[in-house]
C-alpha cells in the first residue's frame, strides 16, 4: 500500500463515507430547523416571512426572509416597519404616521411614491426587525407551492433514508473490524 501526503488509498471509502454522513448530518439538522421556523406560527416571538416585492427597497430585498416581533400596537412608532395582513396577503412598510384617535397607521414602502390606505391596528401582525437574511425567502416562497411542498418532503424522506443507512453501514463496519 502506497501512503502519499497522509492519503490512504485503501481509506478513501471511510474517508468518503465519514464526509457524506457528516454532510447528511448537517442537512438533517438543517432541514429540522428549516421546517422549524416555518411551520411554527411564532417561534420564540418571532414569524418568519419571505420579502416577494422590491416595495421596501433597499432596506429588505427581493427573496430575504425577515423577522416580524409580535407586539402591540402601542408599541409601533413612525419609522417602525411593521408586517400586517391586506386580505390574504401579508405585507412590510414602514409606518409614516400613527392615528390613534381612529387605531389606524399609515404606512408607505420605502421605494414607493404613494401612501397606502390607513391600516387598522387589528391588521396588525409585528414589528419587523432591521435586520434580513438576504435569498433564503426563496426557499420559504418554493415552499409556499402545494406541488413543492410535496417534493420538499419526499427529498427529506429520501435524505433521511441515506442517513439511516449510512448509519447502518457504518455499524456493520465496526463489527468487521
Known sequence: ???????????????????????????TILTVLIIGVFSTPYLFGFRVFAVVSGSMEPVYHVGALIFTEQVTPEEIHTGDCITYTYG????THRVIRVDRKHGDFITQGDANSTVDD?????????????????????LVIWLKRTNDKLIFFLAMVVILLIIVNGVLFHKKENHKE
Open 1 to 27: 500500500m502506497v501512503k502519499c501526503f497522509g492519503w490512504n488509498p485503501g481509506g478513501e471509502e471511510k474517508i468518503t463515507h465519514k464526509l457524506v454522513s457528516t454532510c447528511m448530518t448537517i442537512l
Open 88 to 91: 390574504s396577503n401579508t405585507v
Open 118 to 138: 390607513p391600516v387598522s391596528f387589528s391588521k396588525l401582525v409585528g414589528k419587523t426587525m432591521d435586520f434580513s437574511i438576504p435569498l433564503l425567502g426563496y
